[in-house]
């Protein structure tokens, strides 16, 4: 299995720019999210799914639109790049498996694309 | 709503010394609670978690963690560091739901550990 991928590793915008951050995973996971990671205010999650054609909101959406045709697709779309969104990007998968109790949502995450807004 | 406080962003330790990044959740439901390291331009990489089982959670690498419910802690602990050590490592709370919801997980601010020869 290759894991959580995701492409570009680097990439480097202007303002108003729009671009998509793609993230593919092979572990058959049903929970797909999107995080960003900036210096001293660890990850915060910017989108999640809980399955295809389900997304909804983390806490820091704005800027940032999501989709999920697929289980193993899960990108992040860019539509107007501002320097406020230069940060690192990690997505992650999660599965849910039957514990007392609950679940676990141990999660996988991906390399990371490292994106600059000029 | 589901908090992480991590103490000191910054740890530095002689190689062979304790190691212990402390962690504090708040949560309003007994939580599962998580240590994930990062070495440098690098992904998360799970180091353990809690569930709900026992309250002394073995990881890789050697490290440990308790679950502390009277202080609200969740520290993680080596007794003897070693140079590969050196990463970031940080702790995150998530709420054990169940059926179709989503246990979102909530990280805290990340602490640095420098392992000095």
């Known amino acids: 299995n290759a894991g959580v991928t995701q492409t570009p590793k680097f990439q480097v915008l202007k303002t108003g720019q729009s671009m998509t951050l793609q993230c593919a995973q092979d572990?058959?996971?049903?929970?797909m999210s999107w995080y960003r990671q900036d210096p001293g205010m660890g990850l915060r999650l910017i989108h999640y799914?809980?399955?295809?054609?389900?997304?909804d909101q983390g806490e820091v959406p704005n800027g940032y639109n999501v989709s999920r045709s697929t289980t193993e697709d899960f990108p992040l779309r860019l539509l107007s790049a501002a320097p406020s969104q230069t940060s690192v990007y990690f997505c992650?998968?999660?599965?849910?498996?039957?514990?007392?109790?609950?679940?676990?949502?141990?999660?996988?995450f991906g390399p990371g694309t490292r994106l600059t807004v000029t | 709503a589901q908090s992480v406080t991590q103490l000191g962003s910054h740890v530095s330790v002689s190689e062979g010394a304790l190691v212990l990044l402390r962690c504090n959740y708040s949560?309003?439901?007994?939580?599962?609670l998580f240590w994930y390291v990062q070495y440098p331009n690098q992904g998360l990489q799970l180091l353990l978690k809690?569930?709900?089982?026992?309250?002394l959670v073995k990881g890789i690498n050697g490290f440990e963690a308790e679950f502390k419910k009277s202080e609200t802690s969740f520290h993680l602990t080596k007794p003897s560091a070693h140079m590969s050590d050196a990463a970031e490592y940080f702790c995150?709370?998530?709420?054990?739901?169940?059926?179709?919801?989503?246990?979102?997980?909530?990280f805290g601010q990340g602490t640095i550990l420098t392992v000095h020869p």
């Open positions: 995150a709370v998530s709420l054990p739901t169940g059926g179709t919801s989503y246990g979102k997980l909530t």
């Open positions: 572990m058959n996971h049903e929970y």
């Open positions: 949560s309003s439901v007994p939580p599962y």
């Open positions: 809690y569930t709900s089982a026992a309250t």
């Open positions: 799914s809980v399955g295809a054609g389900i997304t």
């Open positions: 992650a998968s999660s599965y849910s498996r039957g514990t007392s109790g609950g679940r676990s949502y141990e999660q996988y």
